[in-house]
Structures are given as structure tokens and as C-alpha cells.
């Protein structure tokens, strides 16, 4: 083999290596679902009181796993549904939380995390109703949870039931649903909290949270607290 | 020609220089120094401390660990450093050393120096390991635990599933909950379990580490000798977010870990009731009431249960 030909081969190698680890960069670290801002007009550290409105589906708008369950987060401007798990709020704010329930019911797998915790109050309001625990296993009335493990939040999602109509094309504005909702505080520190659903509602996946249980934009994302 | 070039610096008829004792020499006043500051200077400070007795235990064992590797060490330092300085290659010297045959003295010494250290380190880590009243090892003695300690233990039964330790209390009406509190002086029972997948009980400060595996309860003992905090991780690769799994468990006085038992067993009175019996273990698939419904409602599995026979479906 010639010199020159040699020369270009290592060269097209190497473009194609590089090609290869752009795209790993761009698709994998750099990608991923937007960040939801709930911090405009408050100033941080004042107590003052955010709005995040959030909505969990049986489907969502991903065309390569459409079948996923998933979360939606309302952008507080636009009041358009955004397809993520990500949102930000300012440090020591109170955060009032509407959760929108249109999926079906899956008992959890620990009832423990039926229990309300990490909430003012203790409590969370299913359809303005205080509730501080739901059976799981009594009845199909559970969806999910929205936990954050470091503030011990947990608070289970309440189901519109089994034989319910679900919405069937995300982000759901009709069908039958519940509405939770409650409030916390934010920590003063800042960072990127982790939050994930405790109910094995990928279906499928009970020995383990694979799939939308484990993926950024569907049942896990992050909190992330400013100043 | 090295023998002449010895010669030409020794003159004729000089014996040549000990350098066994040289390096003896040399080694000697490094290893006991290292020896000394190994224990008595870092040694208190070695992982994972000394809040618990396996932890003080696991402590002691990697100090006698150090003193006896220092030696080591510094004589291969040392006899490398010495052999680079004094047998370097010099300009002219380009034979081998004279052969060396068998020498019984020192075949004899190595061979009965090394055996007396195995023997010696085999008898006293069985006896650190095995003898009643030391800590144990620490970690999961599996479900039919060979060594316990003395008194009466409390059971805290640490259930892992992806990305969370809970933590049941069975003596205290079974009540459950994501903090891990324990009292200072009282021999402690972990039974270690997963919900899901294989996980690992890291409690870091306590020297405990028991795998948490999905149908199996394993058993570590622990007592805590010190107050404070302890950080509890996940150490087996538990799935993609095991990095979150994570938490800080306290050590308490006696009197404030009753209170607290008391507190919370009143607090999760609700919560407790809705859980199912207390069990080393359990099957998360089971779950009697719910299957009746999903039986009726014509969803369940094959096998009676909510979740069908073949999961789990991975993509």
C-alpha cells in the first residue's frame, strides 16, 4: 500500500473517531429534555411562594418509546406542557405543587412510600381532600410518586382508577384524572436534587427500575435550587 | 572483573564490604520509625474510624496490617536504592557476579520466618474474627449468622430498592422509615434485604457492609461506641441512579433512641398499618389484596399475580 494512500486511511480513521465522540458528546451529555424556569419575579431565600404544575401520562410525545409513562412540566409563561423532568426554583421558597394524575394505577412495591412525608403539613390534597396515606394494595388508586429522597419528600400520585378512559394522546388536557397537590419547602442550599417515581410503573419492569423509570423525562429528572 | 574492580578499591587480601548488614542497618531505624508514626501517629485516624466496635475492630486490623507492610516496603526501597548506588554498572565491568548455589541458613530462616508469620496472622484473625465479645467481621453473615455478640440485639432491618434504604424497626410494632437511628452501647441486628435488585449496606462509619440481595435476609452485627453521624451508600452498581443511593443515619444516646421510637412508631401508626407483616424477607409480586382485584378486573397475570410471569421485560 502506498504512502499516500496510507496517510489518507489514517486520516478518514481518525475523522471518523472524532465524528463518533462529537456525536456521544452532543447526543448524551449536552442533549437531553429542557430545564423548566420557576424562577422569574422571585427572589430567592424570601419564603416567597412558586407555582409548579406538573402532569403525569400514560403515553407521551417521544416517537422512539411513545408507549413510556411519563411527566410533564407546565412552562409557569406559556402554560405549554413541556415534555421533561427538569425545573428550576429559587432557594428557601415555599413551592406549591399541582400534579395532574390521567395514568392508570400500579401498586407500589414498598407501601411504606404510600405514607405522605417532607410536605407542610404532612399532607397532600387528592381533589382538595387532605390525605396523609394511600393504600396501594387496598385498591387501584395509586399512578406514582413524586419523591425527593435528600428532603425525605414523598408523596404518592393518586390514580383515576383501573377501569377508567385514560387520555390517550400526551400531554392530556381531558379524561379522567385526579388532582394532587401540595407544598414544601425548597432547601436553602443550592444544587441539583434528585427526584423519581417509587411505583414500578413501567410495566414490565418489577425486578428493577429500568426503562421510563430510570430515564431523565419520563419518572426522573432533577430539582435544581438557585439563589 | 568485578571481583578485581573490589579488589583495586579494598586492596588484596581485604574482605569485602557486609552489605547485608548495610542494608540492615539502614532498614532498621526506617521501619520502626515508620512502624511507630504507622501506629501510634495516622493509626487513629485510619478508616473507618472507631465509632462502632467492627469499625474500631476493622481499624486495628488495617493498623497491624501497615505496621507489618511498612517493613516491607522501606527494606525494598531501601535494598533498591542501595543496590542502584553501590552495584551500578561501571565503565569496564561488564562480567556476571560469581554463581550462587544453595544456602541452607538462609533457605532455613526465610522458610521458618514465613511460616510463623502465616501461622501467626491465620490463629489471630480467626481469634479477632471468632472469639465471643470481639466485633466481628463487620459484615453479612448471611441468614444463619456463626458469630453473635453477647446481650440481646436490637433488629433494624434495612430494606434496599432502587434508590433507597428503609429502615424497620420489628421491635418497636414494626413501623418503617427512611431514617436510620440507633443507640450508642446496644449490640445492633441488621437484616439486610432488597425489594428489587441486588444492592450493598454501606454503613461507612459503623464498618458494616452486608450485600442486599432481592429473597435473602443477611445478617450483620455492629455496636456503636461513639455518637454522631454515619453515612450510609449503596456499594454494589444497583442500576443507573445508584449514585443517589445515599443517606445519613445517626447514633444517639439510649434515652433519645427510645424517645424517637416511641415518637415515630406513634407518628407512622397509619403508615405501619397498611404494611404487610413484618418478614426477612418479602415478595414484592405477592400482594394478596391487589391480585384479588386485578383477578376480578380480568388484568392479572397468568400466574393469579398483578405483575405477570415473565417479568421482569427489560428493552
Redesign the interface.
Known amino acids: 500500500v502506498s504512502l499516500p494512500a496510507r496517510v489518507v486511511t489514517l486520516v478518514l480513521a481518525f475523522l471518523a473517531v472524532a465524528a463518533v465522540a462529537v456525536f456521544v458528546v452532543v447526543h448524551y451529555f449536552l442533549g437531553g429534555p429542557p430545564t423548566v424556569d420557576y424562577t422569574s419575579d422571585v427572589t430567592a431565600d424570601t419564603g416567597a411562594t412558586v407555582h409548579v404544575v406538573m402532569q403525569e401520562d400514560p403515553q407521551n410525545t417521544v416517537s422512539t418509546h411513545p408507549d413510556w409513562v411519563s411527566y410533564f412540566i407546565q412552562n409557569p409563561k406559556t402554560h405549554a406542557w413541556i415534555h421533561t423532568t427538569l425545573f428550576k426554583v429559587p432557594a428557601g421558597s415555599k413551592i406549591d405543587m399541582t400534579i395532574y394524575g390521567y395514568d392508570g394505577c ?2 407500589l ?4 412510600f ?2 405522605v ?1 417532607g410536605t407542610i403539613g404532612g399532607v397532600e390534597n387528592v381533589n382538595g381532600k387532605p390525605v ?2 394511600i ?6 388508586n395509586v399512578a406514582h410518586t413524586f ?1 425527593i ?1 435528600t428532603l ?1 419528600l ?1 408523596v404518592p400520585m393518586a390514580s383515576p382508577g ?2 377508567a378512559n385514560l387520555c390517550g394522546t400526551s400531554p392530556c388536557t381531558s379524561g379522567p384524572h385526579e388532582t394532587v397537590t401540595f407544598s414544601f419547602m425548597s432547601p436553602r442550599t443550592t444544587g441539583d436534587y ?1 427526584w ?1 417515581c ?1 411505583v ?1 410503573c413501567g410495566g ?8 421510563p ?3 431523565i423525562g419520563f419518572m ?1 429528572g432533577n430539582m435544581e435550587v438557585v439563589s | 572483573m568485578a571481583a578485581s574492580v573490589a579488589e583495586d578499591a579494598q586492596g588484596p587480601g581485604q574482605a569485602g564490604p557486609n552489605h547485608g548488614l548495610r542494608i540492615f542497618l539502614i532498614w532498621l531505624p526506617v521501619a520502626v520509625a515508620a512502624d511507630l508514626l504507622l501506629y501510634f501517629v495516622y493509626g487513629p485516624h485510619m478508616p473507618p474510624g472507631q465509632m462502632s466496635n467492627s469499625a474500631a475492630s476493622q481499624q486495628f486490623d488495617i493498623r497491624v496490617m501497615s505496621v507489618l507492610a511498612a517493613p516491607v516496603m522501606a527494606f525494598v526501597l531501601i535494598a533498591g536504592a542501595y543496590s542502584l548506588i553501590v552495584w551500578r554498572h561501571r565503565e569496564g565491568d561488564d562480567e556476571d557476579g560469581p554463581a550462587i548455589f544453595g544456602n541452607v541458613r538462609i533457605q532455613t530462616t526465610w522458610i521458618t520466618v514465613t511460616a510463623v508469620i502465616v501461622l501467626f496472622l491465620a490463629g489471630f484473625g480467626t481469634y479477632e474474627l471468632a472469639w465471643p465479645g470481639f466485633a466481628g467481621a463487620g459484615a453479612g453473615e448471611g441468614p444463619a449468622p456463626i458469630w453473635k455478640p453477647d446481650g440481646k440485639p436490637l433488629e433494624v432491618q434495612v ?1 434496599a ?4 434504604f ?1 429502615y424497620r424497626y420489628p421491635q418497636f410494632g414494626g413501623f ?4 436510620l437511628v440507633l443507640p450508642i452501647g446496644q449490640p445492633i441486628q441488621f437484616n439486610v434485604t432488597s ?3 441486588i444492592h450493598s449496606f454501606w454503613a461507612y462509619q459503623l464498618g458494616v457492609k452486608a450485600d442486599a440481595n ?1 429473597g435473602v435476609n443477611n445478617v450483620a452485627y455492629t455496636t456503636a461506641q461513639q455518637t454522631g453521624s454515619v453515612t450510609v451508600r449503596c456499594a454494589e452498581l444497583c ?3 445508584h449514585g ?1 443511593m445515599y ?1 445519613y443515619g445517626k447514633v444517639v444516646s439510649v434515652a433519645s433512641f427510645q424517645s424517637w421510637a416511641h415518637q415515630t412508631e406513634t407518628q ?1 401508626a ?2 405501619t398499618k ?3 407483616p413484618y418478614a426477612t424477607t418479602y415478595d ?2 405477592v ?4 391480585n384479588k ?2 383477578a376480578k ?1 380480568g ?1 392479572a397475570g397468568a400466574n393469579g399475580y ?2 405477570p410471569p ?6
Open positions: 400500579t401498586p412495591r414498598n407501601q411504606v404510600g405514607g412525608s396523609k396515606v393504600n396501594s394494595w387496598s385498591g387501584c419523591s429522597p425525605n414523598n383501573l377501569t434528585f423519581q417509587r414500578p414490565g419492569f418489577v425486578d428493577g427500575f429500568g426503562g423509570m430510570q430515564t426522573t | 430494606i430498592q432502587q434508590w433507597r428503609t418503617e422509615t427512611t431514617a425489594l428489587d435488585v432481592p442500576g443507573l441512579w443517589a443517606d407512622l397509619a403508615v397498611i404494611l404487610p414484592p409480586t400482594i394478596p389484596q391487589i382485584a386485578m378486573a388484568i398483578y405483575y415473565n417479568d421482569p421485560v427489560q428493552p
